[in-house]
C-alpha cells in the first residue's frame, strides 16, 4: 500500500445488489434522478473519498430488463452535474475504445477535467457485448486481439490529443491582442491502423495535466495495456491470495515497463454490506437474496457455459462440462472468475447466482463496520491492494453507512485522510502531473 | 408570429463580437468556467427566455488561434451542469451528424432531456469544415450532398431510437419484481444507406417525449431537411425582406411536408449592441471595432474568395471577380449571405470584416433597448420571424443589459411571457410531444 489508502465510490443506480431497488426504502424513479447522483457524490465527499465512478456500456443490458432498471444516463453529463454540486471528489466514468471516436473522447473527458478543475478520469474499456456492436453496425463482435489492439492506439491518440496544449498556449494579452499562442498548440498528426487524427484537440490542459487514466480489464492482455498506460486499475478479485498475486503480478509488469509502480494503484471492487451488529448485516443480505428473481441471471449463465437452463439443477453445483474460457470472446476475466468463485466456494448454481447478483461477480463483504475494516486494513497492508473500489449493495443508504461507520474507523486507524489534501484527483490518487508532450511521454 | 415570441440566447464564450475579451470589464478567464455559463442560464431564465443555446464543431477553429478564445468545452456538459442550476430554460446544443455516432448522440441528448427533466434541443448540423473532417481520418470533406444524405439518415435512426420505449414501459413494482415491461421497448432494427443500428436506446423517454429538433442549415438541402424534421430553424437573415422571404418559402415547404407550419418555428439571428442612448450605443460598436485586429479575418475571406489577402484592398469594396457561390461545398448559405451584404450595402472589405465580426455574418443591431425592441417587434409582427436568436456581443453584460431592459418591454407590449407557463422547451416554444413510435410518425 502506498501513501494512504484510496476509496473510491463505485455508483450504480439504485445500488449493486440486483434487488436493491425492491426494498422498502428504495425510491425506484430516484436512477433518472440527476440529485440522487448529486446526492451520493456529496455523501462521498462527506467521506473525503477519491471518486465517484460509473460503469458503461452503449447499450440497453437486454438480458435483464425486466428485473432491474437498466437505463444509463451518459455518464460524462451526470458526472458534470456533479462536479457543480462538489468541490473536491474526483470524477470518473467508463467510455469504451471500441465504439468511440478518440477525438470525441478526448474531448469529453478534457472537458469535465476542466469543469470540474482537474478531478476526471477516465476508465478505459474495450467492448465485447454484441448488444452493443449491434449499435454501431457491427454483425459480428470484434475479437479480443482486435479490441485491444484498437485500444492501444485509441489511448495514444487520446494521450496526444490531451498533450498537445502546452501549458503556456494561453496569453489572453488585452493589450496585444493575442490570445493563444498557437506555436505551443501542436497538431498531432496521428496516422496508425485504426485511426487518423490531426488535432490538435479544442480543449486545453486541466489544474492536472490530464484525466487519470482507469483501466479495468484484468485479462492478459488488460494487464498488459495497463502496466503501460494505467495509474489505476479496477479488478474483480475473490480472495485475498487471488488480490495478493493479481497485485504482485502487475507491479511488476508495471516495473518492466519502465514506470514507477506506486504510480498504477491496485483497487479491487468491495461490495460492503453493513449492520450493526453480525447478525443485523446477515439479516440485510438475507432480505436483498429473497427478493432475487432467478429467471434471467439463470438464464445468462445457461448462454455463457453452453447448458441449456432447463437441464441446469439450481440446488447441485455447477456443472463440470462448461464452455472453456479459450472459447469467450467477451469478458474473459469475469468468466474465469465466475468458474473459479463456483468451484472454490464449493457453491450450488443457486448461491453462485445469487453471489454474482449482489455485485457482478465482485466479492461481498457482509459484517459490521469494525469487520469491514479489518478487513480493507488486512488487504492494504498484506500487499493485495492500494485501496477499493467501494460498491453499495443499496444506494443512498449503503454508501451512507460506509462514510458515516467505516471511514472514521479507517481515519483512527491512520489509514485514511481526515480532509482533503489537494484539489485533483491526481493528488488525491499521488500521481504526477504529467507533462505535455507526446503519448509515451505522458505516463512514463 | 405564432402565439408568443421566442428568445433563445445563444452563448458564446467571452460574447459574439471577435473582441469582446478584450475590452476592460471582460474575465478572459471565464470562457473556461462552467459558473461563467451557469450565470448566463440564470440571467436568462430570469428574463423567462426560452432556452440558452451553443454553436459546435468537433475541431479547433484554427486560423483565428491567435485573435480569441477558440476553445470549446463539450456543449452538452456545459449543459448538464446549466441545468442543475436552473429549472425553466430550455438547453439546446449543437451535434454534427457528420462525424458522431447516432446511438451515441441519441444517447447524449436524451440524457440531458432526462436530467433537465424535458428541457433539451439538438440543433441538427453537418459539419464541412475539413478541420474537423482530418480529426476523424477524412482526407477529403464529404459533399453537400453527401452530407445531407448521411444527416438525413442520422436523424430517422435518432428519432427512432427516441420513439424505442413506450411511455408506459417502466413498471417498478416491487411485488411482483418487475422493473421494466420489455414488450414496450421496441427493437429499431435500422439498416440502412448509412448506419445500422440496432437499439433499443438504453435512456427512455423524457416529460416532453424527446428533444426538440433544431436545424441551423439554410441552403437548399437544410431547408428541404428543416421542412421535414425541424421544429425551430436558426438562420441568418440580413434585412427584413430577406427575413419574410426565408419564413414564407420555408413555413410553405413545411406545409408541403404535410406538416404544420406552426409547429416550425423561424428564429434568425440577432446580435444587440445596447446603449441607454443611441450615441451609447454606437461608441460601444466603435470601441468593439477598434480592437478587433484585422489579420485573421483577412486571410480567411481571401480564403473563401480565392483572391490572395495581398492583393485586397481593405478599403475599397468587395473585388467583383470572387468565386462563385457554386464551387463551395461548405457553408454555402453563410457565403451567399457575406457576398450579399457587401454588395446591398456597399461595403469596404474593412467594413465587411468589421460587420463578420460582430457576429459572424448574423445581423447586428445598435441602438436603445427602445430601438431593439422595435426592431424585434417589426419582424416578428410582419412575417419574419417567430422570435429571435439572441447573440450577445459581450458576454455576461450583453445578456444582462438585455434582459433587464428590452424583455421588460416586450413584455409590456404583450409581445413576451411575463413567466414560464410549462416546464418543458416544448412547452415554451408551443410544440406538440411527439407520440413514441417510428422516426416519421415522431414529427409529423
Known sequence: MSQ????NAFLMNNGHHEASWRLPETDVTAYREVAHYQHLAQVAERGTMDSVFFADSPSLFGTNLERRPTEALEPALLLSAMAVATQRIGLI??????????YNLARTFASLDAISHGRAGWNVVTTADLNAGANFGHEVAPTHAERYSRAEEFLEVVLGLWGGWADDATIADKASGVFHDSSRVEVLDHVGEHFRVRGPLNVARSEQGHPVIVQAGSSVPGM?????????????????????????????????????????????GLVPILGS?????RALEQQLDD???????????????????????????????????????GNRARYELTLALARREQLTVRQLLLRLGSGRGHRAFTGTPEQVADDIELWASTGAADGFNIMPAVLPSGLETFVDHVVPLLRRRGLFREDYEGT?????????????????????
Chains 1, 2 share one sequence.
Open 424 to 444: 485533483t484527483l491526481r493528488e488525491h490518487y499521488g500521481l504526477p502531473v504529467p507533462t505535455a508532450g507526446r503519448p509515451l511521454e505522458a505516463t512514463a
Open 4 to 7: 494512504h489508502l484510496i476509496l
Open 277 to 281: 451488529t453480525e447478525a443485523e448485516a
Open 224 to 268: 498488459a495495456l495497463a502496466a503501460r498506460y494505467a495509474e489505476a486499475v479496477f479488478t474483480a478479485q475473490p480472495s485475498i491470495e487471488d488480490g495478493r498475486s493479481f497485485y504482485a503480478e502487475l507491479k511488476a509488469a508495471t516495473r518492466r515497463a519502465g514506470r514507477n509502480p506506486d504510480h498504477l494503484k491496485v483497487l479491487p
Open 93 to 102: 466514468a467508463t467510455s469504451s475504445t471500441t465504439y468511440e471516436e478518440p
Open 291 to 329: 427478493l432475487v428473481v432467478l429467471d434471467h441471471p439463470l438464464a445468462q449463465l445457461a448462454g455463457d457455459i453452453g447448458i441449456p437452463a432447463s437441464e441446469i439443477d439450481l440446488d447441485a453445483p455447477l456443472p463440470t462440462d462448461v464452455r472453456p474460457v479459450e472459447e469467450i470472446q
